[in-house]
């Protein structure tokens, strides 16, 4: 029993005897680094040099080593003699004087290692994260100075510290958080382990606001840092930046919003790589390019003039799309707000409203490249509302409550073609964002009434699908003059004709609708059989995936699954589509003398609006059947219009066939081009055949419409 007592008596003296040895070891390599001070006589010689690199290696050994010998929680004595003789103080500021060359350096690995590697919490002492702040400060005012390796890592020790506990956020921003005239702002108690000064660890920071600081510190440093040349160094400092807009914690969040100039900085980049894209930058380059990752090391390759400025640009709209996207809700509102009042407001909207037509288009396409860049939910909500304006209420004509959204709509009907093209791609865009308000805003709100309709107690009866007893060789649709006047004997057949028989309330089999939309081109005006191309179905594998994606937007909107009933609407006096539809059907019905690469992007904006499952959109875009109120068109009644127009006009072009089929093979690249007369009008038909076999393949996909009319 005493040999037992004895022996752990033995124990115990060598578990505690080696402290005093590393305390002694400790003392002795810090009074080395001070001594060499005193003695060092040639001040040029790098501190690498010296015999400091080593001494500071030993201390940080000593104090990973003491800590292992004592348990979670409790400081040893190298702990406090470094937090009692302010020895992290010093060192930042022997880093400051940055005597000898390259002491910084060597500081700056000591403060990460010793942050990484001790486990016992440091950062909420004064003593701690008074000289972080120095070294903080020290990182802002030598941006570029060659240490942006080391001044990433500590950074990135510091985001680690903090992501493990948020609360020492306040610490590292605000420096008053701790309070005053206390034994702890000076020396921390060791006896009491880990625990916070009193009144901090868990006070919101909401309490007591103060303006946020416009010296350098953690965010400044970081955000700095991810503007480096060096990519590691940049893509280090965006992930440690992440992760600090993503904290969970609230306090921390207000804290960072508050305490920094996280918005505005982040703003200001952006302000400035927008500017730093050269004004020369051809639009169709822009209009061209995909979207852009800011993970992606291939910034740019010089592919064409202005690359490498518009990938810094669009990389870093990515990145804070993925912050605001990540960040905690006070984070991400606070940076898209920032963004929209700097950005939006403060750069895009003058360019977008001046008259010179190339800065429009310069404007536009970039606004393509933005929207396409956005996703984040707090940034597409404010960029939408930007752009649309808030209102829901249906449109009147000569109605411009929002200024910018009526010349955006206007600009795809620009007397330029290439602001129109530009103008038309970024409502296709925007109309594949995944937010409710831009297909309400553009074309729903006019719609809900369903004014297009004939309001009559027979309105069943009148939409029925047309009689075809007494039509021998075209179709009586909606009786229009263009397309059923002036085409003697077989001149207007049609390919096929419309399955006779009712419709239940007056709407289509899908059949029948997929018919009426493949009859609508009469054979001798199409080519694509005499080119043994596919019929619709080609369309078909890319209408699903267009149809899917806008039913996995539109999902949690609350669409829904059937038409208003007849008797609940209550349409206005006179019905108008909008200032947007009539724009894209003004444009339908000039297909034939539109250039080809308008026709392209008019059809794909409305393939677009077809492929959504709004039930009111669907009958006004898709059901042939429809019996239109006076006045009123549909996409269905303009397409009849353009191909009674096209037939009258085919009937005076000699040999029509062969020179439509020779424009056909020349889109294809089967012959090379060559100059004709009626080109446009050739390629019109072509894009107007297609379109059609489209529509008929989206009406497919999309199935009948559900309910009552």
């Not at 115990?12 to 002795?28: G, H, I, Q, W, Y």
């Not at 010793?114 to 919490?121: A, D, R, S, T």
């Not at 660890?201 to 946020?212: F, H, I, K």
């Not at 003059?481 to 390919?495: A, L, N, Q």
């Amino acid at each position: 029993m005493l040999s037992r007592l004895g022996a752990l008596l033995q124990q115990a003296v060598e578990t505690r005897e080696p402290s005093v040895d590393l305390l002694e070891a400790f003392t002795e390599h810090w009074k080395g680094i001070t001594g060499y001070y005193l003695e060092a006589t040639d001040e040029s010689i790098p501190a690498r040099q010296t015999d400091i690199p080593w001494r500071l290696k030993q201390m940080l050994d000593i104090l990973v080593h003491e800590e292992k010998q004592f348990p979670a929680g409790e400081a040893g004595p190298c702990l406090e003699y470094l937090l009692q003789h302010k020895v992290l103080e010093t060192l930042s500021t022997l880093g400051k004087a940055e005597y000898p060359p390259g002491m910084r350096q060597q500081v700056l690995l000591f403060f990460s290692r010793v942050l990484g590697q001790v486990q016992h919490p440091l950062l909420h002492y004064l003593n701690v994260h008074r000289p972080v702040k120095k070294l903080l400060q020290l990182s802002g005012d030598r941006l570029g100075s060659g240490l942006e390796k080391e001044e990433v890592q500590f950074v990135a020790v510091l985001c680690t510290k903090i992501k493990q506990d948020p609360t020492l956020l306040t610490y590292i921003l605000e420096g008053k958080s701790i309070p005053n005239g206390t034994p702890a702002q000076e020396l921390p108690a060791m006896e009491e382990g880990t625990e916070h000064p009193s009144g901090t660890a868990t006070g919101s920071p909401r309490a007591e606001p103060s303006p946020p600081r416009r010296d350098h510190n953690l965010v400044t440093s970081l955000v700095g840092l991810c503007k480096s040349k060096k990519s590691r160094v940049a893509m280090k400092a965006r992930e440690n930046l992440l992760l600090l807009a993503g904290l969970a914690q609230e306090a921390a969040a207000a804290c960072l919003v508050r305490s920094s100039a996280l918005c505005p900085l982040l703003t200001q980049h952006l302000c400035d790589l927008y500017s730093a894209v050269p004004a020369g930058t051809d639009p169709a380059d822009v209009l061209a390019m995909e979207r852009t990752s800011w993970r992606s090391q291939d910034a740019g390759d010089g592919a064409f003039p202005g690359k490498e400025s518009l990938a810094a640009f669009f990389g870093w709209l990515d990145y804070l799309d993925e912050l605001v996207l990540g960040a905690h809700p006070v984070v991400a509102d606070a940076v898209a707000e920032a963004v929209e009042g700097t950005f939006f407001q403060g750069i895009l909207r003058p360019q977008l409203l001046q008259m010179s037509e190339l800065a429009v288009l310069s404007a536009t396409a970039m606004l393509v490249g933005t929207v396409r860049q956005v996703q984040a939910p707090a940034l597409l909500q404010r960029l939408v509302l930007f752009l649309l304006g808030p209102d829901q209420h249906p449109e009147s004509p000569g109605d411009a409550p929002h200024p910018l959204r009526t010349h955006l709509i206007d600009r795809c009907n620009h007397l330029c073609d290439e602001i129109s093209l530009a103008s038309l791609q970024l409502f296709e865009q925007l109309l594949q964002k995944p937010h409710e308000h831009i297909t309400h805003n553009l074309v729903l709100r006019n719609l809900e009434a369903r004014g297009y309709l004939q309001q009559t107690p027979l309105v069943p009866e009148e939409r029925g699908p047309p009689e075809l007893e007494h039509e021998e060789d075209g179709l009586d649709l909606e009786e229009d003059p263009y397309f059923t006047d002036g085409f003697p004997g077989s001149s207007f057949g049609m390919s096929k004709k419309l399955p006779s028989g009712s419709a239940p309330s007056g709407k289509g089999q899908v059949s029948e609708v997929v018919s009426s939309f493949l009859c609508l081109v009469p054979e001798e005006a199409k080519t694509s059989s005499c080119m043994e191309e596919g019929g619709y179905d080609t369309y078909v594998h890319d209408a699903l995936g267009m149809v899917q994606a806008c039913r996995d937007s539109a999902a949690p909107w609350g669409w829904p699954k059937a038409p208003r009933p007849l008797d609940s609407c209550h349409p206005e006096l006179v019905f108008y589509e909008g200032h947007f539809l009539k724009v894209l059907f003004d444009r339908m019905a000039r297909i034939l003398d539109q250039p080809y690469s308008l026709n392209l992007q008019v059809t794909s904006v409305l393939s677009r609006l077809a492929a959504f499952p709004h039930p009111h959109l669907h009958e006004y875009l898709l059901d042939p059947y429809l019996s239109l109120a006076p006045g009123c068109r549909s996409l269905f009644s303009i397409l009849v219009r353009v191909i009674g127009d096209l037939m009258q006009r085919l009937q005076r072009v000699p040999q029509f066939r062969a020179k439509l089929l020779l424009v056909r093979r020349q889109l294809l690249g089967l012959v090379p081009g060559e100059q004709m007369d009626h080109t446009m009008l050739f390629k019109g038909v072509v894009v107007l055949e297609e379109f059609c076999k489209e529509l008929a393949a989206i009406a497919l996909v999309k199935g009948p419409p559900e309910g009552p009319p």
